[in-house]
């Protein structure tokens, strides 16, 4: 099977530590999955997949990593990061309660763009904590196209939650043979935070069908019909 390779990510240096507040209030040997993305907006399938990961991986936290931009999408398309920071807040308080549930601007606060960026610079920053990137498994269908996506794979494990309508493609992704042999069942997943990378699971759940492309749309078709009838 032909894979596209972006190569390795050009490697920049993380903050130092103590030289940014982040706000995450993280100590070594916790167990915290990062769930990036542009929340735009966030909505309960995102909650899903956050509980989801909690949940089955005995997390003790969920870092909603909310992105300034990114930069495979259309930054026409994108609200303000106020506005999506905001809609994430009320979406990780549906999937928890307390401190389990934590949305952050960091890649904002540190200037990266890019999540390999964004990843070497936390595991800088928090040395000694057990971080597992998580993602949907629609994102897992095109992660072969992310920049330095096989420098993730070794750097942390990845926890992959099935989402609608990608759950076969998922499966079946770039990614996924070339990682083939480093998957780890899904009836092994709490073991997943502790083990050395690469190591990635998938895993099902009961499927939320919402999404950000579809909420947008509503959104949209609202506006119109509220301007013809204004």
Known sequence: MPFFHAGP???????????????LDLRPGMK??????????????????????????????????????????????????????ASARAAAAHAAAGPAM????????????????????????????RFVWLMGSDNLATFHRWRGWTDIMRMMPVAVIARPGSELDSRTAPAAARFAAARVPASKARLLPGL??????YLTAPLNPRSSTALRARARADADTARRKA
């Open 102 to 129: 934590v949305v952050s601007d960091f890649e904002t606060r540190v200037g990266t763009r890019w999540t390999v960026d964004t990843l070497r610079a936390l595991t800088a920053r928090h040395p000694g904590v």
């Open 9 to 23: 990510a050009p490697r920049v240096s993380g903050p130092r530590r103590g030289a940014l507040r982040d706000g």
């Open 32 to 85: 915290v999955g990062l769930f990036g993305g542009s929340f735009n907006p966030a909505h309960d399938g995102h909650a899903h997949v956050a509980e989801t990961a909690l949940r089955r991986l005995g997390l003790d936290r969920v870092v909603w990593l909310v992105s300034p931009q990114n930069p495979l999408k259309d930054a026409r398309d994108s609200a303000p990061l106020a506005d999506r920071m």
């Open 196 to 201: 050395e990378a690469p190591a990635w699971t």
